[in-house]
């Protein structure tokens, strides 16, 4: 075993170049035996086991900076930087992040996990590291996939104009989660074919010129022919055309080939350059390689067959998906847009039902968020389908292009609250905080199936402006669940699940079960209590609010979610003052950044599972 002697990237460099190959075999095996127990993100590690290989045994890492983008591909990176044998904690509630952590190792430049950050990161690094008069090369790893996203051209534009050193690995695996979609991935295929066109004129023009009569005329005849599709297949013009010297296309597979260009590249000290090599997803697992969607966050499966584990469960995103689907094969209004996410967000199905009206528009959340604006003025019905922790980056178009004009654009939310594993940068902790307090937002947050069912079918016909609905990841039990039907809803109306005068909890969503855990921990200890789904975080209902507030001792609120500026804080400050001394405290995550963990173990951690909750309760009670 070779990976054995790797402590760290000098064990790397020592070796000889003819056993990467097998060095890059058995960092395979091992990301495999981990991430089948783990889950992670498999399809796209698998596909950078070379180049990061390649990377730590040109360049002079930690000194030399590499960037990855979103970081969901650096797995080998940790086990060769150090962290073979923590690797195998990835992932696990207090084990190493499956994520680059700058507190966890100095090869992990900066903390990742949303795309499209890599070009501005490495370009601040290195006008950075000019200004301080330091001399190491940054190398930011950047996706076809990340490539879609609005920051890497606003990165690019900058770059280009410089003259910073700076090396841009352009890692195109055609494939963002699903195929990669747009105008800059379909100009990245035409590069590739440009370039065994180019493969092909190259040897027609040797061959050519190897007749020794008629050579020469013949040649400059067909180089003139040739020329005249100049424009259409050179490899990487646009790059070129911005300012950013291109390289490639390149197998990313062949290690001294990566080696090779990736030494030549580090020699010019001047002026960004982009190396541009092609990868396979999933590459040497066979099911990944076949299914790279499936694969590209998985979680725990059994390697022989790719089989995961786990009961039938219906999740939430299905649900959802699911009940769009089926409501607009009878309204033709409704659009569903996903920011390349549609396997996570379940609208797989829309696409197939209603092709023409779903769209993929790339990682580009901003761009999704002021397009369904648009698209309410032609009376349509735009659904956008984002995760809690991706709408973070379209804060300004929730505000300035649909908030302030009242377009009723329909929001799903989906990962809302803590999501696991993923960590930090993951969980869907602020969206409450952010939405509640955009003027005109209607904001729902259903606990079950059938309440989210029933708001999306509500929110298909509220045309009186924008309306999110939250919900979890996870799921619910499919049995007799039915989408070919629904109950009406009605906004701004709480429900009250259990009956207490010593105690209510207002709560909502995947925090309604743990109530009912409190509630039952508590009745052994002779004290009653009313749950309160709430269901609408904005508008609050205040009358239904009070109205509890006055029969009961004392109460709580409880979401997934921040304190600050959340649903329990907005609504302890809209009741009437004098009931507001009767709310105990707020529940919910603290001003901390959220590690990985399971679910269960970060609520235990943050005091806000139904033991510590029960626990504070009965020592204030007292
Ligand atoms: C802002 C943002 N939106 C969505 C995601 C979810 N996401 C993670 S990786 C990924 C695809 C990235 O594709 P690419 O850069 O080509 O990398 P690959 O996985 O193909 O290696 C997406 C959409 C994210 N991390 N950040």
């Known amino acids: ?107 992990d430049a900066f903390d990742t996990g949303h795309s499209s950050t890599s070009l501005s990161l490495a370009c601040g690094a290195a006008v950075g590291r000019d200004l301080t008069r330091k001399k190491h090369k940054v190398i930011a790893v950047i996706g076809d996939g990340s490539l879609t996203g609005g920051m890497a051209f606003e990165a690019i534009n900058q770059i280009g104009q410089m003259e910073t050193d700076l090396i841009i690995i352009l890692n195109d695996n055609e494939h963002s989660i699903n195929e990669n979609v747009g105008a800059m991935s379909k100009y990245l295929t035409r590069i590739i074919t440009g370039s065994m066109y180019n493969r092909i004129r190259r040897k027609s023009m040797d061959l050519i010129k190897g007749i020794p009569r008629f050579g020469s005329a013949l040649f400059n005849f067909i180089y003139r022919f040739f020329e005249s599709f100049k424009k259409m297949i050179i490899p990487g013009q646009l790059f070129e055309d911005m300012g950013v010297r291109y390289f490639g296309p390149v197998d990313g597979h062949d290690i001294s080939l990566l080696i090779g260009i990736l030494e030549r590249v580090k020699q010019i000290n001047y002026g960004p350059k982009i190396i541009h090599i092609l990868t396979k997803k999933g590459k040497g697992y066979l099911p990944a390689e076949m299914n790279p969607a499936r694969f590209h966050g998985i979680g725990p499966f059994d390697r022989a067959t790719g089989i995961t584990g786990g009961g039938a469960v219906l999740s939430y995103s299905e649900i959802a998906g699911k009940t769009l689907a089926h409501l607009a094969t009878r309204d033709k209004t409704i659009i569903a847009i996903t920011a390349a996410m549609k396997l996570g967000t379940g609208l797989y199905e829309f696409e197939n039902k209603s092709p023409e009206r779903f769209f993929d528009v790339g990682i580009a959340e901003q761009h999704a968020i002021t397009f369904a604006g648009a698209l309410t003025k032609s009376g349509l019905k735009p659904f956008v389908s984002i995760y809690s922790t991706f709408l973070q980056r379209a804060v300004d178009q929730l505000i300035h292009d649909v908030g302030i004009m009242n377009l009723p654009i329909r929001l799903l ?49 509220h045309e009186h402006g924008p309306v999110a609905i939250r919900y979890p990841r996870g799921g619910v039990n499919p049995a007799g669940f039915r989408f070919d039907t629904h109950r009406p809803f009605t906004p701004g109306k709480i429900k009250r699940l259990t009956a207490g005068r010593n105690l209510a909890i207002f709560t909502f969503g995947d925090m309604v079960p743990i109530a009912r855990q409190v509630r039952t921990l508590l009745l052994k200890r002779g004290i009653s ?21 006055k029969n009961v001792k004392c109460a709580i609120t409880l979401e997934n979610g921040v304190v600050a500026g959340g649903a329990g804080e907005y609504l302890l400050l809209s009741i009437r003052p004098e009931l507001r001394r009767k709310i105990l405290f707020c529940a919910g995550f603290p001003d901390r950044f959220v590690p990985h963990g399971s679910n269960e173990q970060l609520l235990r951690k943050f005091g806000i599972d139904a033991e510590s909750l029960a626990q504070r309760l009965l020592s204030l009670m007292k």
């Open 1 to 107: 075993m070779i990976l054995e002697k790797i402590n760290d990237v000098r064990d790397l460099r020592k070796l000889p170049i003819g056993e990467l190959e097998k060095l890059a075999h058995e960092v395979r095996e091992y990301i495999l035996e981990v991430i089948s127990k783990n889950g992670g993100h498999l399809a796209s590690s698998l596909g950078v086991v070379e180049l990061t290989i390649a990377l730590h045994y040109v360049f002079n890492t930690p000194r030399d900076m590499i960037i990855w983008d979103v970081g969901h591909q650096c797995y080998a990176h940790k086990i060769l930087t150090g962290r073979r044998e923590a690797f195998r904690s990835i992932r696990q509630y207090g084990g190493i992040s499956g994520f680059p952590k700058s507190h966890e190792s100095e090869f």
């Open 413 to 461: 939310i989906d990962r809302a609250g803590a999501v696991g594993q993923d960590g930090e940068t993951h969980h869907g902790l602020f969206d409450i905080a952010i939405i509640k307090n955009i003027p005109n937002f209607m904001l729902l947050a259903p606990s079950t199936g059938e309440e989210l069912r029933d708001m999306i079918c509500f929110a298909a016909g």
């Open 529 to 549: 209590t009313s749950i309160i789904n709430m269901l609408t975080i904005k508008p609050l209902d205040i009358r239904g609010i009070e109205r509890v507030l």
